[in-house]
């Protein structure tokens, strides 16, 4: 039996993530409009091939394409009924290009419903949760990653409904935004202090921050982390750089050897599991193999 991330990162070990998804299906056809998740029924050798290319650069682990597979995100799409479906098969390809020894963690993302407006009651987002990473982990997960969240109350829910209706290890990560004042807050108004404290009482087993930030800018993320808690792992999916406008075209400016530069301080920071979020490639994720695995 393998190890689990945890023991890994206890004996010291750097492990190195994936990188971006989205634009990846939207380079093999995916259309605006269209539900990405759905691509696991109806492609799964497209998504075979992405997954295929982050395990081939290097990486330890690598996610699901399941981000938005949650019953609110998909009832737009018409396919509530294919919720543990479609969330059973992202973790049955992702498994595939895995192999036995390299690590799945299933992607689970926000529901887009608020809690204190009313949208949805807890125990309505509990229920989906668990629905979600269920399915996750009869697909073959490893472990489970509750990412891009900006309300504790939301990531709480997802971190208890996982912990409780799983064997996974179950990572949180936030989405901190860059303040005027200096500081880094949530859309919602959550510190990565505050995050850490709440989401380690909820029972996750690994925290971090995703999204949002280039990778200097997860740097300070992580060393407010570790300034309240110097022991729970940490994992950081970094933008490649700030998202620029070019005509009509979003563009990603780090390259990959900018982003390689900067993955030894945040893994002196504290950063136990490192990889990318938008903009990031096969090709990013090989240099910071390349640099962390030295």
């Known amino acids: 039996m393998k190890p689990t991330l945890t023991q890994l990162i206890a004996e010291g070990k750097t492990l190195v993530?994936?990188?971006?998804w989205g634009t990846f299906l939207q380079l093999k056809?995916?259309?605006?409009?269209?539900?990405?998740?759905?691509?696991?029924?109806?492609?799964?050798?497209?998504?075979?091939?992405?997954?295929?290319g982050y395990i081939d650069a290097g990486a330890?682990?690598?996610?699901?394409?399941?981000?938005?597979?949650?019953?609110?995100?998909?009832?737009?799409?018409?396919?509530?009924?294919?919720v543990f479906e479609i969330n059973r098969k992202a973790a049955e390809i992702s498994r595939l290009?895995?192999?036995?020894?390299k690590y799945v963690l299933g992607s689970i993302g926000p529901t887009g419903k608020i809690l204190m407006m009313g949208d949805v009651t807890g125990d309505e987002l509990y229920d989906a949760f668990k629905e979600q990473a269920v399915a996750l982990y009869e697909g073959g997960a490893d472990a489970l990653v509750i990412?891009?969240?900006?309300?504790?109350?939301?990531?709480?829910?997802?971190?208890?409904?996982?912990r409780e209706n799983t064997p996974c290890e179950v990572i949180c990560t936030m989405t901190f935004?860059?303040?005027?004042?200096?500081?880094?807050?949530?859309?919602?108004?959550?510190?990565?202090?505050?995050?850490v404290i709440a989401l380690k009482e909820a029972g996750a087993h690994i925290v971090g921050a995703n999204c949002s930030n280039g990778i200097e800018g997860m740097i300070h993320i992580t060393k407010e982390i570790r300034s309240v808690d110097k022991e729970i792992p940490v994992l950081i999916h970094a933008n490649a750089g700030l998202p620029i406008l070019q005509g009509t075209c979003t563009v990603f400016p780090e390259s990959p050897d900018m982003m390689a530069a900067f993955a030894p301080q945040l893994a002196r920071a504290g950063a136990n599991i490192i990889g990318g979020c938008c903009g990031t490639t096969p090709e990013h994720i090989h240099k910071l193999v390349e640099v962390l695995k030295k």
């Open 17 to 20: 993530s994936d990188g971006a």
């Open 29 to 52: 056809g995916l259309q605006p409009g269209e539900c990405p998740e759905l691509w696991n029924i109806d492609h799964p050798e497209a998504v075979l091939e992405i997954a295929q």
């Open 60 to 82: 330890d682990t690598i996610e699901t394409n399941s981000f938005g597979g949650n019953r609110f995100k998909l009832e737009g799409f018409g396919l509530v009924d294919r």
């Open 97 to 101: 290009a895995a192999g036995d020894d």
């Open 147 to 162: 990412e891009t969240m900006t309300a504790l109350d939301e990531a709480e829910i997802a971190v208890r409904a996982a």
């Open 177 to 195: 935004d860059y303040l005027a004042t200096g500081d880094y807050r949530t859309m919602m108004g959550v510190s990565p202090s505050e995050m």
